[in-house]
């Protein structure tokens, strides 16, 4: 069986959803493949449930998506109407939405289908095959777009893409859990006591973790410590332990990490309900359905952005986004080692200089353009930035706005009838402004 789009899109995170609705609204015939059996990504199947949003420049589909959450009733008990930069939500209320925006765009949905290899003639993506509940069949389609957040479609397509460091080490991976029957109250008492002892929020954990392993409540000290996120009157959202080492890549890599990160939300349990003012009666409701990673392929298109293009403000004539600039971003630390952590509070917090809020960056077109396949684009997590840019752009907003655009650029190339490389960007940044997403 082989049906044809216009636009075919792998992976239905925030990303990927946003492309779809935005290739839809433009008339294209699109289609959205997922492997699970529910769209929005790290954010529902991952449980992360809280949208980090940028502070300026946020609009478009994301924006729609948190107004439509607070409309629902579906965000956290402490989400101040006018705040879009930090929105925790119940996690059905976004499944729900995500269901009910994709279906509305017109977009043809497949979940529980798997993209698992990609027919290519000369330049062009022909089809990709998928594995649905029938078996195998092709997908085909004009233009094709990567949000699976690990560059699966670039990888089959023969894209080129870097992986970690210098030593192909990234970002260590973490399975996020909600613990019930917390007291809030308490814990912001402990909080609020201990922080200028220890200086920051992470600080607070470090003598309780060093604690609970000489107890051997926890195998491991990680100094790196996110900690509870309150996303319900008594509910937590718990981004506790890393995985250090994973390879998240291969098969094998990604379950022997999945395995250590479950057995880290047991551990954590532990320690949070010896140690921790206000979880004395905390209870571990449920682990995310999958390890959530934060860093593997960055795909390789035609520009990738940089820590220096972000440091500068770098503004390029083809901008489809702005985002904020500065050398601060959230670069978790690969290894254990305290100097990884080390590196990593310096980027986030002691030496790095936060957003000038008068002034912004932008994304070029090209960077979410392949360099191989030209009826390709990518977007999301796999982006093409070198490792600081990611970490800084990895969140669920930036997300969706580069899903926006992509979907957009998309719907153009078709009406176009052109390589995604050639199309009219005045005209796709003229779209995008119209539909929410400053560019130049
Ligand atoms: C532990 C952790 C905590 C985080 N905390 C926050 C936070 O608090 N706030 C925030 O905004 N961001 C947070 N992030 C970042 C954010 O969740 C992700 O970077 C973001 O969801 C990436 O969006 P995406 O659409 O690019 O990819 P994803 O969300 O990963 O979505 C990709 C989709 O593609 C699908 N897919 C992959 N391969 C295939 C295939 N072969 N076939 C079909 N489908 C496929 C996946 O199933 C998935 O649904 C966190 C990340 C991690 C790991």
Known sequence: MQIIYDVVVAGGGPAGCAAAISAARQGARVCLVEQTAMLGGNGTSGLVTQIFGPKKHFGGIGVEVID????????GPTVKPDVYWWVPYQNEALKLLWDDMVSESGTELY???KLIDVEKAGAQIRSMTVAGPEGCFKIGGKVFIDTTGDGVLSCFAGEEYLLGDENGATQAPSMEAYYANVDFDKFSEFIQRELSKAGSYVGIFHNYIAKAVRNGVLRDEDLHHPGAYRIGDNLA?????????ADCTTAGGLTRATLAARKLAHEYLAFYRRYIPGFEQAVLVSTASWLGIRESRRIVCRVMITYDDKKCY???????MRFAGGSRTDLHASSPKREDYQRYFTLFTTDAVPPDPEDYCTLPYRCLVARKAENLLVAGRCLSADRETQAALRVMGYCMMMGQVAGSAAAAAVRENTVVAEINVPTLQAWLRDDGIVNI
């Not at 959202?237 to 250090?244: A, D, F, K, S």
């Not at 770098?314 to 489809?320: E, L, M, P, Q, S």
């Open 314 to 320: 770098r503004k390029f004539d083809d901008a489809v």
């Open 111 to 113: 979940l529980c289908t």
């Open 68 to 75: 439509s959450l607070r409309a629902r009733g579906g965000v």
């Open 237 to 245: 959202l718990m981004n506790v332990g890393h995985v250090y080492g």
